[in-house]
């Protein structure tokens, strides 16, 4: 699931970010959202948000966990 709309987005959710300074390689960074920071409902980049361990970066997958 892709993480451009922030209704999808919540703390404690398992998500692989792209961080500002990994955009050029694609690297993911996984982690759990700690804080949502995009305000807007919708972003076609990825909502941004602040992991546990502090890195910021844009939604790229929402990880089900099921």
Do not use: W
Not at 32 to 48: E, M, S
């Amino acid at each position: 699931m892709k993480g451009q709309y922030r209704k999808d987005i919540h703390p404690d959710l398992l998500v692989d970010i792209i961080c500002k300074e990994d955009q050029r390689s694609g690297e993911l960074t996984r982690g759990v959202v700690k804080d949502i920071l995009t305000n807007a409902p919708f972003h076609p980049h990825g909502i941004k948000v602040r992991l546990e361990t502090g890195e910021v970066g844009r939604v790229a997958d929402i990880i089900d966990e099921d």
